[in-house]
T-cell receptor, first 114, second 112 residues
């Protein structure tokens, strides 16, 4: 069965810290995504990657960066965390084929920045 | 610009009753439409999708959705809900960059 694993379910960090959110998928998927989920706003795409070492900005990339050194792992980095980055972060992966391929989601990381 | 509207933030339905969750989209071309479900504490799971063809699509867990171009709608339905259907439901439309534009979600509450 498809499995997307996010390293932490809950994370508490302080303002100004550099924060790493890790995501691993075991399905050999080419595409990986990072979303942010906030109440009343749905999901907003931060970054996505369609291959190793490739990345594309989504709708809200400011304050974030990503790394994809291996196919199965996609990391989201908050360079200097701020309180407005407190949110639920969701990772997803899919096969190539654009929208024809469903996205498979991890269970999310609820991040609090104090 | 493309957008998705889910007018209902919360919906409460009695167990065994029928369900309809509304979704309206704004998109210039033929849309690719999706419904996902997020159970408490979990990620999202695809319920069903519409790309073309028959406007009534069947999904998992007994859900179906109907695409109505004239109304720019893609409403999700289920004839009889179960307590396990309590979750948040998201409608999404695929944009020209092959990304998903998401609605804000509708939280479904089931009354016993």
């Amino acid at each position: 069965d498809v499995k997307v694993t996010q390293s932490s379910r809950y994370l508490v960090k302080r303002t100004g810290e550099k924060v790493f959110l890790e995501c691993v998928q075991d399905m050999d998927h080419e595409n990986m995504f990072w979303y942010r989920q906030d109440p009343g706003l749905g999901l907003r795409l931060i970054y996505f990657s369609y291959d190793v070492k490739m990345k594309e900005k989504g709708d809200i990339p400011e304050g974030y960066s990503v790394s994809r050194e291996k196919k199965e792992r996609f990391s989201l980095i908050l360079e200097s965390a701020s309180t407005n980055q407190t949110s639920m972060y969701l990772c997803a992966s899919s096969l190539p084929g654009g929208l024809y391929q469903p996205q498979h989601f991890g269970d999310g990381t609820r991040l609090s920045i104090l | 610009a493309q957008s998705v509207t889910q007018p209902d933030i919360h919906i409460t339905v009695s167990e065994g009753a029928s369900l309809e969750l509304r979704c309206n989209y704004s998109y210039g071309a033929t849309p690719y439409l999706f419904w996902y479900v997020q159970s408490p504490g979990q990620g999202l799971q695809l319920l069903l999708k519409y790309f073309s063809g028959d406007t009534l699509v069947q999904g998992i867990k007994g859900f179906e959705a109907e695409f109505k171009r004239s109304q720019s709608s893609f409403n999700l339905r289920k004839p009889s809900v179960h307590w396990s259907d309590a979750a948040e439901y998201f409608c999404a439309v695929g944009d020209s960059n092959y990304q998903l534009i998401w609605g804000a979600g509708t939280k479904l509450i089931i009354k016993p």
